[in-house]
T-cell receptor
Framework: AQSVSQHNHHVILSEAASLELGCNYSYGGTVNLFWYVQYPGQHLQLLLKYFSGDPLVKGIKGFEAEFIKSKFSFNLRKPSVQWSDTAEYFCAVNAKGSQGNLIFGKGTKLSVKP | GAGVSQSPSNKVTEKGKDVELRCDPISGHTALYWYRQSLGQGLEFLIYFQGNSAPDKSGLPSDRFSAERTGGSVSTLTIQRTQQEDSAVYLC?????????????FGSGTRLTVV
């Protein structure tokens, strides 16, 4: 069965600090990978996704993620965070070509201090 | 509509009562999903509808939970004889199609509190 691990439960950074949120998945086949963000009081929004091609994916608001197949990882990065990046971030996976649901990690809460 | 609409946004119910949660997906989206979001637990898959196919109910936690989708559009999640552990935010999402690379559009959720 597929599973997703997000090792950081809560990350606290100051503005302008660099960010890297870890995501590892467990699945033997090829996958599609996603990062979702939930800003306070808002619904989940797609931040970026990988399904083929360049393993370095760029998303909205300066975020990027790198798919490293050998490490089963899809870490999220941003070179310089802003206070407005305060949110909860969820990594998700589904099997390529599947008709099924996304499997989500438990989320990482990011707090950015102004 | 422009987005996924869920109602009610908040629901407080007494233990043992039945509740119905509604999801109106984006028009034309054939796939519809229900998830449950509990504090510190991330998103737990409940059930998935794809077109006219039989739903994937593999995530429903007990037989007190059921869902239907009428006419391939609106879906209702029903929880019978609610328990305090059912308290959570219930999220609905829809997708234009399943398969590679299609992410979901989520609704704002229904916050259920069982007292």
């Amino acid at each position: 069965a597929q599973s997703v691990s997000q090792h950081n439960h809560h990350v606290i950074l100051s503005e302008a600090a660099s960010l890297e949120l870890g995501c590892n998945y467990s699945y033997g086949g090829t996958v599609n990978l996603f990062w979702y963000v939930q800003y306070p009081g808002q619904h989940l929004q797609l931040l970026l996704k990988y399904f083929s091609g360049d393993p370095l994916v760029k998303g909205i608001k300066g975020f990027e993620a790198e798919f490293i197949k050998s490490k089963f990882s899809f870490n999220l990065r941003k070179p310089s965070v802003q206070w407005s990046d305060t949110a909860e971030y969820f990594c998700a996976v589904n099997a390529k070509g599947s008709q099924g649901n996304l499997i989500f990690g438990k989320g990482t809460k990011l707090s950015v201090k102004p | 509509g422009a987005g996924v609409s869920q109602s009610p946004s908040n629901k407080v119910t007494e233990k043992g009562k039945d509740v119905e949660l509604r999801c109106d997906p984006i028009s034309g989206h054939t796939a519809l999903y229900w998830y449950r979001q509990s504090l510190g637990q991330g998103l737990e898959f409940l059930i998935y509808f794809q077109g006219n196919s039989a739903p994937d109910k593999s995530g429903l936690p007990s037989d007190r939970f059921s869902a239907e989708r009428t006419g391939g559009s609106v879906s209702t999640l029903t929880i019978q004889r609610t328990q305090q552990e059912d308290s959570a935010v219930y999220l609905c999402a829809s997708s234009a199609r399943t398969g590679d690379g299609y992410g979901y559009t989520f609704g704002s959720g229904t916050r259920l509190t069982v007292v």
